[in-house]
């Protein structure tokens, strides 16, 4: 997927850039109706044994960590081979209990962009963290 083709990509890349995400209140901010939104969170973050994939197939997840590090399990979609339920279209969302993933670590302020394509496990880490989720209909 050539995430640059997506006009909602290329505009939610250049709203981080100019955009203090901290100073946003927390929930729900519409950049472009069900296009591009960003739900701004604060969520206690887990252990690895914890964390759970997730896929969707509707949005691109944009995640950006603004308090502190955090740590996401990575995993081509393609090979996980233990789902949790199936696609819940209403919220976008399937779980996977895959184990054998790959762990990155994203600095608080970087974004990390997980397409259709990417299981991630996200919120690793220790304490609580506040954050960003940029969802962009896939087009």
Known sequence: MDL???INYRRALEYIARTDLS???????????????????DADLKTPDQARLEVHDAYIDIQVPLSCPES???????????PDGVMD??????????????????????PITFDPDTAHAPLIGEGRTHKAIFKVKVI
Do not use: Y
């Open 4 to 6: 640059t083709e997506n």
């Open 23 to 41: 100073q946003l209140e927390p929930g729900r901010h519409e950049l472009d109706g069900a296009n591009l939104f960003v739900n701004i969170v």
């Open 72 to 82: 996401f399990g990575v995993k081509p979609r393609n090979l996980c081979t233990m």
């Open 89 to 110: 279209p209403s919220r976008d969302i399937m779980f996977f209990d895959d184990r054998d993933w790959a762990t990155v670590t994203v600095d608080r302020g970087q």
